[in-house]
């Protein structure tokens, strides 16, 4: 039974940084795409940002792109996502997003298993 427990979520100030992380357990292939969506109050769950467990594929939400980056520890069973100059609009429950194989996983229905998700409140 694969597992995801993400972590790291918090309230800090406009302009901070956080790092999430996900730990992921149960995965019998190396070969999984790995994901990052949020969700905030009264809107859908979008995507923020994608990589294959490899690390050499990377995809990211445009809202998103140059301020986060993720990023993966094989070793740790671990998928991060460093997240700078945050901004109010950032506010949501961020969940982390699995999937054995490669696929492209800008799209929730990409992804066959889900994190408990952890907040993330950025204050202007």
């Known amino acids: 039974q694969v597992q995801l427990v993400d972590a790291g979520g918090g309230l800090v100030q406009a302009g901070a940084s956080l790092r999430l992380s996900c730990t992921v357990s149960?995965?019998?292939?190396?070969?999984?795409?790995m994901g990052w969506f949020r969700q905030a109050p009264g809107k859908d769950r979008e995507f923020v940002a994608t990589?294959?467990?490899?690390?050499?594929?990377?995809s990211y939400a445009d809202s998103v792109k140059g301020r986060f980056t993720i990023s993966g520890d094989n070793a740790k069973n671990t998928v991060y996502l460093q997240m700078n100059n945050l901004e109010p609009e950032d506010t949501a429950v961020y969940y982390c997003a699995a999937t054995p194989g490669i696929v492209r996983g800008r799209q929730k229905i990409d992804y066959a298993y889900w994190g408990q998700g952890t907040q993330v409140t950025v204050s202007s």
């Open positions: 990589i294959n467990w490899s690390g050499d594929r990377t």
């Open positions: 149960g995965r019998t292939s190396s070969m999984y795409t």
